[in-house]
């Protein structure tokens, strides 16, 4: 059967069954494991792109913190932090299109510092980038590159102008060229539709993709997507279940907006296919404490073994 068709026949099943479906894959496929990371927002606003969903862009009026690129000790802190709460991995994440040759030569000490003195697995999301800086970031100790594709090739044009989709995978085929691993994802309830969910999903398995972060939109005040309707629980539900199955070794992680959109449910999305999360917070906006989301990891896990 071609994925085309499969993905057709997903796409008319009950909530119910799709979820089904997505829990034995994932427990056929990645076993009972459940994945934590963390990220420290390290260099912060006027970024030169207009992602209509990011405050940090200087396109819009927001109340997003503006600051240069925190100094070794601060983010070093924040990898021990890191470590302390359960997460596997510590991403540096900095605002702009890409990083200033200064900037990066600080990013690549402070990457090989945590290396040495925390000993947590590094990712980084430093935007638009070429093989010969991520050969120079392999080389000092990254392990894995964030590079969301946002949404589906069709719908990017509607929420970004100042870089293309084809920007995006040129970052991630990059990344890949030199050996590093790479985690993309994207947001849901940015006006797309379920066929832009879908179309997405197909392009992170054409990139090969095996970290998947999956956003719920948290729609900002000054951004353009501030006034977009929110999904309802099945379309979430359903969209995460349905990258379960079409990505069934990927790790499928919950970050931003998880808290606020899925409330109540938010262990059905673990019911249904998801099996990692971000702790810690994300880039402008605080989640739930760590201690909350360690014991909830747990709780699933031990569903999952029952």
């Known amino acids: 059967?071609?994925?085309?068709?499969?993905?057709?026949?997903?796409?008319?099943?009950?909530?119910?069954?799709?979820?089904?479906?997505?829990?034995?894959?994932?427990?056929?496929?990645?076993?009972?494991?459940?994945?934590?990371?963390?990220?420290?927002?390290?260099?912060?606003?006027?970024?030169?792109?207009?992602?209509?969903?990011c405050a940090q862009s200087a396109h819009y009026q927001t109340e997003a913190p503006v600051y240069p690129l925190l100094d070794k000790a601060r983010i070093l802190s924040a990898a021990h932090e890191a470590k302390r709460i359960g997460a596997s991995r510590f991403s540096l994440v900095t605002s702009g299109r890409g990083l200033a040759s200064e900037d990066l030569a600080q990013v690549l000490g402070i990457i090989r510092a945590i290396r040495e003195e925390v000993g947590i697995k590094v990712c980084a999301s430093l935007g638009i980038m070429g093989e010969v800086e991520f050969r120079q970031l392999?080389?000092?100790?990254?392990?894995?590159?964030?590079?969301?594709?946002?949404?589906?090739?069709?719908?990017?044009?509607?929420?970004?102008?100042?870089?293309s989709f084809a920007d995006r995978l040129a970052t991630i085929k990059a990344a890949q060229a030199v050996g590093l691993e790479?985690?993309?994802?994207?947001?849901?309830?940015?006006?797309e539709s379920?066929?832009?969910?879908?179309?997405?999903?197909?392009?992170?398995?054409?990139?090969?993709?095996?970290?998947?972060?999956?956003?719920?939109?948290?729609?900002?005040?000054?951004?353009?997507?501030?006034?977009?309707?929110?999904?309802?629980?099945?379309?979430?539900?359903?969209?995460i279940a349905l990258y379960r199955l079409i990505l069934p070794q990927a790790a499928i992680r919950l970050a931003a907006g998880r808290e606020s959109a899925l409330a109540d449910f938010l262990s059905s999305a673990f019911m249904g296919g998801a099996d990692g999360m971000m702790i810690g917070g994300y880039l402008t906006q605080r989640g739930r404490s760590p201690e909350a989301d360690r014991k909830f990891a747990e709780d699933i896990q031990q569903l999952w073994s029952n």
Do not use: W
Not at 20 to 28: E, M, S
Not at 34 to 50: M, P, Q
Not at 183 to 188: H, L, N, Q
């Open 1 to 53: 059967m071609n994925q085309s068709h499969y993905i057709n026949e997903l796409k008319v099943l009950p909530l119910a069954v799709l979820m089904r479906q997505a829990l034995a894959t994932k427990l056929a496929q990645r076993g009972t494991s459940f994945s934590l990371c963390s990220i420290v927002n390290a260099k912060s606003g006027r970024c030169s792109e207009d992602c209509h969903f």
């Open 138 to 163: 392999k080389e000092a100790g990254l392990s894995r590159y964030h590079h969301n594709l946002e949404t589906s090739r069709e719908f990017f044009p509607q929420i970004c102008t100042t870089h």
């Open 182 to 191: 790479v985690c993309s994802g994207g947001i849901f309830g940015l006006g």
């Open 194 to 239: 379920e066929a832009d969910r879908l179309s997405m999903a197909m392009s992170l398995v054409e990139c090969g993709i095996d970290s998947v972060p999956l956003n719920i939109l948290i729609p900002l005040a000054g951004t353009p997507c501030a006034g977009l309707p929110s999904l309802t629980i099945t379309e979430i539900l359903r969209a």
